[in-house]
């Protein structure tokens, strides 16, 4: 039975690994560098602190770099921080214990240069990295799941009624002058009977088949314990980017400031690209300004492309990050030119002449909304000669243009049936806090947001890394139960909640694909990732979803739900069952002067009995099991076994009554009789056991389930009959002396 377990979860865990292995890319990078003065290029693997790197459009960043140089340099650190929009960088130091996100004079490893230029000197690599001591992070041991837990508790509960059984037994019978070898062999057979051997059969089969159906539902399942622990989960830690929204910036709507319309709005922001030439045709720029790409492809620009058409650009002033914003020197199709002002709310409203409260508060609301913001603003050009920052005064609002990281349709859905699991739901990220509690409420998460944990709230209801830090675990705790998000956290962060939650009790999972995201899927009792994650995040996962989608995961709480149930079936079944009969065993030995049932057949009863047990994985289970989490419960196990076990012995005594004084049975006879109605009996309980409603009227056990313990008690009935029955089992005492009273039987 260990042997076939082993070879089961050895067999389907080690197919998992393989595919996702297979998920992985094997790519080598490059990077420029100087030495000794010339530039050169080295593999990123041979770079040392110290090498000054050259950093373009598209490159991944091979170390941890100091910025000595800049030129409109953005970097993507969603990898890393969970943040959605790239990172404006300088050569301005920041102070110490900086966020992670927050580190504007560096680039870290691993991250994507968005847009821009820059040099900087390699000041960490490898495990020294934020990357790598993230990476290493994952080489510590992984903590025992919730399962595992409670699958070592329950054993070291058999173990202790084994030993105390299998002790007291030994003794009375030696002290009732039974032999010594005898009373051994059946105190060991005791021992063995009360122990559920095929549990690790049941459940490896149980979690290959459970596997299999996961795989067709598109989720991969690494470690197969941990579709149990699925099912013990009540809590859900998860990112926001791509989980509860699509993962891209999307065009909004256009708010009007003044005389001009929507559409205006929005013409002048298109205009005012920098990736586009001065035709007005779209130049499609690797890299380029992720707000302008979601400007041009949303439906409403190809409403006004025709419009466009009679607008000629003839001069730019770039984006730069001290005026942060574009200038565009226009002429329309009147012909009048018009310099229009593109750029960060904050910078364009200090150079208007006149702002409408209006627009302010429209503003003020949109940020509140956690949306990202454009403001548009004009004035009239005197001439053609190309835009200056002295020209960038004067200008009229024309209105702002609103974006946003739009929300899965299917999440609201999904978020409900996690709900009817009994699973909260809390977003982990190191995004914007405004961003995050909005897309929470949208959903209504979380009902009221907050952690109600002093003044340190930030973002309107989320609890921020700085306000993490000013906790101690204790209170972190009780934060977290009332706290739906957490925002700009980080790596370490992360994983803290994980682990602080975790010891609070129950279940925990976490949704995560980033390398930021590692640590936090190694704590958790569930590490979940999608086969678009970074290839670390893959390694620490224990479930890959090749969809990121909460409503596969409610699909696999469920699945886990149901394993763990048809374990617990086995569990009650098999420790009450057996409790009882070997306690009818051992209470028959006091008073019979032969044993009542041979070591032999109780290893046969206990085979058969566990045979007809393999059926149980494929039972159905009531809808009311599948709506909490499971946990391993061991008291309750012991309260019934304690309870359900001498009731079962009931039955056994009557056996014993009938067959001693009805039938006047012998040593044989009594053993076969015994035999049989104890393998009916404890076979036929699992009916009982499966379910809570009535049995067979308000709920249908599996076909295989039936056919196997039905089986089992037919072979069992007709075994003694038939001649594969020794001639000891078979011989019949006398029936004028029954054998527990003649003093010569044996």
Not at 106 to 120: D, E, S, Y
Not at 490 to 502: D, L, W, Y
Not at 697 to 719: D, E, N, Q, W, Y
Request: glycine share 10%; aromatic share 6%.
């Amino acid at each position: 039975m260990v042997g076939l377990s082993v070879g089961l979860g050895f067999v389907n865990e080690y197919r998992a690994e393989r595919a996702a292995e297979a998920l992985h890319s094997q790519i080598h990078h490059e990077t420029d560098v100087i030495r000794g003065g010339r530039w050169t290029r080295v593999d990123v693997t041979e770079l040392v602190p110290g090498d000054l790197v050259e950093l373009r459009l598209g490159d991944i960043v091979p170390a941890d770099l100091r910025l000595i140089e800049v030129t409109g340099l953005e970097c993507d650190e969603s990898v890393l921080t969970g943040e959605s929009l790239p990172v404006e960088k300088d050569t301005a130091a920041v102070p110490a214990g900086t966020p992670l996100a927050e580190l504007s004079g560096c680039a870290l490893m691993g991250t994507v240069v968005h847009a821009g230029r820059a040099r900087g000197i390699v000041v960490a690599t490898g495990a020294d990295t934020e990357f790598g001591r993230i990476a290493a992070g994952l080489s510590t041991h992984q903590l025992d799941t919730a399962f595992q837990v409670g699958l070592r508790r329950f054993s070291m509960l058999l173990a202790y009624v084994a030993g105390g059984l299998t002790t007291s037994i030994f003794v009375l019978n030696v002290a009732l002058h039974k032999p010594i070898i005898n009373a051994l062999l059946f105190s060991l057979a005791i021992a063995v009977g009360i122990t559920p051997q095929l549990l690790p059969a049941v459940v490896s089969t149980s979690l290959a088949a459970g596997s299999r159906r996961m795989s067709r539902r598109k989720v991969l399942v690494k470690r197969l314990v941990c579709i149990e622990d699925l099912g013990d989960v009540d809590v859900l830690f998860t990112d926001k980017t791509g989980t509860l929204t699509q993962g891209r910036i999307d065009y909004a709507r256009a708010v009007p400031a003044g005389d001009d319309g929507p559409d205006r709005v929005l013409r002048w922001g298109l205009v005012c690209t920098e990736n586009a030439d001065l035709n007005g045709q779209v130049v499609e720029v690797v890299g380029g300004n992720a707000l302008d790409q979601a400007l041009w492809e949303s439906p409403a620009a190809a409403v006004e492309w025709a419009a466009l058409a009679g607008y000629n650009r003839l001069a730019v002033l770039p984006f730069d990050h001290d005026r942060r914003m574009v200038s565009m020197l226009v002429r329309d199709p009147a012909g009048e030119l018009t310099l229009v002002i593109k750029g960060a709310p904050e910078s364009v409203l200090d150079r208007c002449v006149e702002v409408p409260t209006a627009a302010r508060d429209a503003l003020a609301a949109e940020f509140a909304a956690g949306n990202r913001v454009v403001a548009v603003a004009t004035r009239p050009a005197a001439d053609t000669r190309p835009p200056t920052v002295s020209d960038e005064h004067g200008l009229h609002l024309s209105g702002l243009l609103v974006f946003l990281d739009p929300p899965r349709p299917d999440a609201a859905d999904a978020l409900r049936r996690l709900a009817g699991l009994g699973i909260a739901v809390k977003v982990v990220t190191g995004d914007n806090p405004a961003v995050a509690v909005k897309v929470c409420h949208d959903f209504g998460l979380g009902g009221g947001l907050g952690g109600g944990v002093g003044d340190g709230l930030g973002g309107g209801g989320a609890l921020t890394g700085v306000d993490l830090d000013a906790l101690d675990d204790t209170h972190l705790a009780e934060a977290i139960t009332t706290t739906t998000v957490f925002a700009r956290v980080s790596p370490e962060h992360k994983t803290r909640i994980v682990r602080v939650q975790r010891r609070s009790g129950g279940g925990v999972a976490f949704l995560g694909d980033g390398v930021n995201d590692a640590l936090a899927l190694h704590a958790a009792d569930v590490g979940i990732s999608v086969d678009s994650a970074t290839d670390v995040a893959k390694d620490a996962a224990d479930v890959i979803l090749l969809e990121k989608d909460l409503d596969v995961l409610a699909d696999g709480v469920t699945e886990g739900r149901r394993i763990f149930a048809n374990t617990i079936k086995y569990v009650l079944m098999g420790t009450s069952s057996n409790f009882g009969n070997m306690a009818s065993a051992a209470g028959a030995s006091l008073f019979l002067s032969f044993l009542p049932m041979l070591p032999s057949q109780i290893l046969l009863n206990n085979l058969f009995y566990d045979t007809g047990q393999l059926a149980i994985p494929t039972d159905t289970v009531d809808d009311e099991q599948l709506r909490r989490p499971s946990h391993w419960d061991i008291a309750f196990i012991r309260r019934f076994m304690i309870f359900f076990g001498p009731l079962s012995s009931v039955f056994d005594f009557v056996t014993f009554a009938v067959m001693l004084w009805v039938f006047h049975s012998g040593p044989a006879q009594f053993r076969s009789g015994w035999f049989v109605e104890s393998l009916a009996t404890q076979t036929l309980v699992i009916f009982a056991i499966r379910t809570r409603r009535v049995p067979f009227f308000r709920s249908h056990p599996s076909l295989p389930l039936t056919l196997a313990a039905l089986g089992v008690v037919t072979v069992g009935a007709i075994l003694p009959a038939t001649p594969s029955a020794s001639a000891r089992c078979r011989e019949r005492s006398s029936p004028r002396w029954p054998a527990w009273s003649s003093p010569t039987s044996s």
